[in-house]
């Protein structure tokens, strides 16, 4: 069965900094793997997936992760935080037709 | 653009009182899901659909109740509200295959006073 650990519920980071949120993931099959973000008071929007093919995928306002399979592995980086990017963010893997999601990271961006 | 609908998007209802909330979708995915996700917390499923085929999570409550009268609408029916079922509800798609990829819309908001 798959399953997912996102270490960290609160993370706080200055403007303009490294962002990093971590992921670890289990499944017995190759992982189909993504990550969300929630806004306040909405639904979950799609940041970058990775499926097969290239280990660093790319995904939408900045954000990036690197797929480890050595390490179960799925960190979510943005080399530089914007106020903007003060959300919920939940991993996720896909399994048996549905998502597996984490508990999600708090992510706060100080001025 | 191809989207994910919910309605409304805040629901107040009256403990015990009967209430629909509704999704529809425009992606023409054949795969529904209904999420209900309490505050600081992930979503959970409820239930799911391919095409017609209704499957039910074994911990939601009998409470709750979904109908999908075709390809792009989705009902979910909480039959006598409890103060416990107050929390944003979700509903969203996906193709069947290969990855499941999930669409999903802006949530309704349910209160129970």
């Known amino acids: 069965a798959q399953s997912v650990t996102q270490l960290g519920s609160h993370v706080s980071v200055s403007e303009g900094a490294l962002v990093l949120l971590r992921c670890n993931y289990s499944s017995s099959v190759p992982p189909y793997l993504f990550w969300y973000v929630q806004y306040p008071n909405q639904g979950l929007q799609l940041l970058l997936k990775?499926?097969?093919?290239?280990?660093l995928v790319k995904g939408i306002n900045g954000f990036e992760a690197e797929f480890k399979k050595s390490e179960t592995s799925f960190h979510l980086t943005k080399p530089s935080a914007h106020m903007s990017d003060a959300a919920e963010y939940f991993c996720?893997?896909?399994?048996?037709?549905?998502?597996?999601f984490g508990q999600g990271t708090t992510l706060q961006v100080k001025p | 653009d191809a989207m994910v609908i919910q309605n409304p998007r805040y629901q107040v209802t009256q403990f015990g009182k009967p209430v629909t909330l509704s999704c529809s979708q425009t992606?023409?995915?054949?795969?529904m899901y209904w999420y209900q996700q309490k505050s600081s917390q992930a979503p959970k499923l409820l239930f799911h659909y391919y095409d017609k085929d209704f499957n039910n999570e074994a911990d939601t409550p009998d409470n709750f109740q979904s109908r999908r009268p075709n390809t792009s609408f989705c009902f979910l029916d909480i039959r006598s509200p409890g103060l416990g079922d107050a929390a944003m509800y979700l509903c969203?798609?996906?193709?069947?295959?290969?990855?499941?990829?999930?669409?999903f819309g802006p949530g309704t908001r349910l209160t129970v006073t």
């Open positions: 992606l023409n995915h054949n795969v």
């Open positions: 969203a798609t996906s193709r069947e295959e290969p990855y499941y990829e999930q669409y």
């Open positions: 990775y499926t097969t093919g290239a280990t």
């Open positions: 996720a893997v896909s399994g048996g037709g549905k998502l597996i």
